[in-house]
Nanobody, 128 residues
């Protein structure tokens, strides 16, 4: 299993930006497709974005398209989420997650239970 650790969360004003990072260790990072998820109090964990093992394809939930960008650096074993034009409704704990690249399909890119390794999460709070 790969170990994941998020960082970069914090407090931002509406319209501002934050960049989340997820450092991976323990296994070959390029063996995994990666995703970002988020969870607000009282709500289920929801998909935010995903990226294939080589960064060749990316996927986003509709609410963040055009504002968030997922990327990865396989040489640095790191996943990123650049978040721009932040809104109060983006407030949540953000988690990075990994799944073996040979299990990745477009149809299941958004599916929480297809991801087998999870980080501890980082809090993002957006004030209005």
């Amino acid at each position: 299993q790969v170990q994941l650790q998020e960082s970069g969360g914090g407090l931002a004003q509406a319209g501002g930006s934050l960049r989340l990072s997820c450092a991976a260790s323990g296994r070959t990072f390029s063996s995994y497709s990666m995703g970002w998820f988020r969870q607000s109090p009282g709500k289920e964990r929801e998909f935010v974005a995903a990226i294939t093992w080589d960064g060749g394809r990316t996927f986003y939930t509709d609410s963040v398209k055009g504002r968030f960008t997922i990327s990865r650096d396989n040489d640095k074993n790191t996943l990123y989420l650049q978040m721009n034009s932040l809104k109060p409704e983006d407030t949540a704990v953000y988690y990075c997650a990994a799944r073996a690249r040979n299990t990745f399909t477009i149809a299941t890119a958004f599916t929480t239970n297809q991801y087998t390794s999870w980080g501890q999460g980082t809090q993002v709070t957006v004030s209005s």
